[in-house]
């Protein structure tokens, strides 16, 4: 079943968050996710405006996006985002059709 990292992220040093975006994908990929949504205008409908970056990544498992998330090949980038954003991120399980 398809699993989903939401994420919800205040840049606080956009230079060192350029870096961060480079270091991603390719950790992204080997774990099989993809970018289903990388920033971009957004539009609340309701509720408090929405002024943070938005990010959605979809990945084929929670057990991939768990190993992703812990794995060494986003350590580095991770280390990298937590000098340049704040935020929150949570996975959750998709529907599988």
Not at 71 to 78: E, N, Q
């Amino acid at each position: 079943m398809p699993a989903y990292l939401i994420c919800r992220i205040r840049v606080t040093d956009p230079q060192r968050y350029d870096e961060y975006k480079k270091l991603t994908p390719a950790a992204i990929a080997k774990h099989g996710g993809r970018f289903v949504v990388r920033g971009g205008p957004v539009t609340t409908l309701e509720g408090p405006d929405e002024h943070d970056r938005v990010v959605v990544i979809e990945f084929p498992t929670m057990e991939r996006a768990k190993a992703f998330w812990d794995g060494p090949d986003y350590a580095a980038a991770k280390a990298l985002r937590k000098s340049a954003a704040t935020g929150q991120f949570i996975l959750v399980e998709g529907n599988p059709g």
